[in-house]
C-alpha cells in the first residue's frame, strides 16, 4: 500500500531549481555572440567601425530569427535585436569602438541601482521574477521567510551586475576594445549560470525547516496559526490523558 502525507503535512520541496524557473542561461550565450562578432569585424577590417558594426548587426538579425525558430517570444527577441542596433549606433554617433559596449555598462549599472532599490523597498525582484515564473503574483510577499529569502538571493544579482561595472568601466575608460570582449563573455553567461546556483542555495539556506517552498507561499496569519494549534492539540492530549 502505497504511504500519503497525513492532513495538515507541507508537500515535498521542488527539485527545480532557479534555472529550471528562471532560465537565463540560453539567452545569456545568445547575447555574447553580437559582442564577439563586433570585435571580430573590427579586427579584419583594420579597426574598422563600421566592419565591426555590420558584423554585430548581422549576426544579432541571425540569433533573433534563431530564437523565433526554436520559440522563444518575439518581446524578448526583439529587445536583444534593439539593443545590439542601438550600441551600433551609439557607436556610429561618437565614432568610438569601445562605446559599442557603453549600452551594455550603462545597463549593468541600472540594473545593480534597480535591484538594490526592491531589496529597500521590500519588493526583491528575484522574489518577482519567480513568482511571474510559478504565476504566484505577489503571494510570496505575505510569506515573511519567503520575503527575506529572497532580499537574500537579490543581492547576489545585485553584486553581478556590479562587479560588471567594476571590471567595465576602466576598460571602457582605456579604449581596450579586445578586452571588453572578452570580459563582456567571460562576465555573462559563466556569471548567468553562477548567480543562478548561488542565488538558490542563498534562497534554500534562508528558508526555516519544514517550509513548503517556493510553490507554496506561507501567510504571516498561517505561520502564526500553525503553532497555536500544536498547543491546543498538546493541551487537549493532556486533559484527556487526565481523565
Request: net charge positive.
Amino acid at each position: 500500500m502505497t504511504s500519503t502525507p497525513g492532513h495538515g503535512e507541507p508537500p515535498p520541496q521542488p527539485t527545480e531549481s532557479l534555472a529550471d524557473l528562471l532560465g537565463g542561461r540560453r539567452g545569456a550565450v545568445d547575447a555574447t555572440l553580437p559582442p564577439v562578432a563586433f570585435a571580430a569585424g573590427w579586427l579584419l577590417g583594420g579597426n574598422s567601425l563600421a566592419g565591426g558594426v555590420g558584423a554585430a548587426v548581422v549576426t544579432g538579425a541571425a540569433v533573433a530569427g534563431w530564437r523565433l525558430r526554436r520559440g522563444d517570444r518575439p518581446r524578448s527577441v526583439l529587445v536583444g535585436l534593439f539593443a545590439v542596433c542601438v550600441a551600433a549606433l551609439v557607436a556610429l554617433r561618437t565614432g568610438r569602438a569601445e562605446d559599442f559596449f557603453l549600452v551594455q555598462l550603462v545597463a549593468n549599472a541600472a540594473s545593480a541601482l534597480a535591484w538594490m532599490v526592491s531589496i529597500a523597498v521590500r519588493w526583491p525582484l528575484l522574489g518577482v521574477l519567480v513568482g511571474v515564473a510559478l504565476g504566484q503574483r505577489g503571494r510570496w510577499r505575505r510569506d515573511p521567510a519567503l520575503l527575506r529569502a529572497y532580499a537574500r538571493g537579490s543581492w547576489v544579482w545585485a553584486a553581478t551586475y556590479l562587479l560588471r561595472v567594476a571590471v567595465f568601466l576602466p576598460l571602457w575608460l582605456g579604449g581596450q576594445v579586445v578586452a571588453l570582449t572578452i570580459t563582456r563573455v567571460a562576465l555573462t553567461w559563466p556569471l548567468v549560470a553562477a548567480a543562478l546556483a548561488v542565488s538558490w542555495v542563498v534562497v534554500r539556506r534562508s528558508l526555516p525547516a519544514g517550509h513548503p517552498g517556493l510553490r507554496h507561499p506561507v501567510s504571516a496569519g498561517d505561520s502564526a496559526a500553525a503553532p497555536a494549534a500544536e498547543v491546543a492539540g498538546d493541551a487537549a492530549g493532556v486533559e484527556r490523558a487526565k481523565e
